[in-house]
């Protein structure tokens, strides 16, 4: 009997999504804890460095690319990296809302490339940014999310100041 490679196809396809999942291997989210963001203001723009419980190495690599995201806590500016290449902002209204996928995909949607933002450093449970030049001062939120099994995964959003030109 001869089978047409589309109906051998499709016969494929429908077992992929039927079987249950319990029968596939999977893994764990990876862990993601933000413990402590510090900022410093430069003549080339701010640096932060964020500190916590997370797999630095194996975020940057397939299947959860890294994001790291820098959100004013007054005005709706924002910075995301999503590592190990892109560096975006762009303006995004706050309004008090934690990070979740519609905010991820808002802020998406509107975001420029940032070429004055780059990564410094990615090691162990450290990683440390430059902001674009053009990023506001005054009190920020950051956060780490991955993109695991179709979902956004959020470490907790840690709060600091993002001092004026000149400041401390």
């Given at each position: 009997?001869?089978?047409?490679?589309?109906?051998?196809?499709?016969?494929?396809?429908?077992?992929?999504?039927?079987?249950?999942?319990?029968?596939?291997?999977?893994?764990?989210?990876?862990?993601?804890?933000?413990?402590?963001?510090?900022?410093?203001?430069?003549?080339?723009?701010?640096?932060?460095?964020?500190?916590?419980?997370?797999?630095?190495?194996?975020?940057?690599?397939?299947?959860?690319?890294?994001?790291?995201?820098?959100?004013?806590l007054v005005g709706d500016r924002f910075a995301w990296f999503s590592l190990p290449s892109s560096k975006m902002h762009g303006a995004y209204p706050h309004l008090?809302?934690?990070?979740?996928?519609?905010?991820?995909?808002?802020?998406?949607?509107?975001?420029?490339?940032?070429?004055?933002?780059?990564?410094?450093?990615?090691?162990?449970?450290e990683i440390e940014i430059q902001l674009d030049p053009a990023f506001p001062s005054g009190p920020a939120e950051a956060f780490l999310a991955v993109l695991y099994?179709?979902?956004?995964?959020?470490?907790?959003?840690?709060?600091?100041?993002?001092?004026?030109?000149?400041?401390?």
């Amino acid at each position: 009997m001869y089978q047409r490679p589309e109906a051998l196809a499709v016969v494929a396809l429908a077992l992929a999504v039927l079987l249950p999942a319990s029968g596939l291997a999977t893994g764990t989210a990876p862990p993601l804890d933000v413990t402590a963001v510090s900022a410093r203001r430069g003549d080339e723009g701010t640096w932060l460095r964020i500190r916590g419980n997370f797999p630095a190495g194996d975020l940057v690599q397939q299947p959860y690319p890294l994001q790291i995201v820098v959100r004013q806590l007054v005005g709706d500016r924002f910075a995301w990296f999503s590592l190990p290449s892109s560096k975006m902002h762009g303006a995004y209204p706050h309004l008090g809302t934690p990070p979740d996928a519609a905010v991820m995909n808002g802020m998406a949607a509107i975001a420029a490339d940032a070429p004055g933002a780059r990564l410094l450093r990615l090691a162990g449970e450290e990683i440390e940014i430059q902001l674009d030049p053009a990023f506001p001062s005054g009190p920020a939120e950051a956060f780490l999310a991955v993109l695991y099994e179709g979902a956004f995964v959020f470490s907790n959003t840690v709060v600091f100041e993002v001092q004026a030109e000149g400041g401390p």
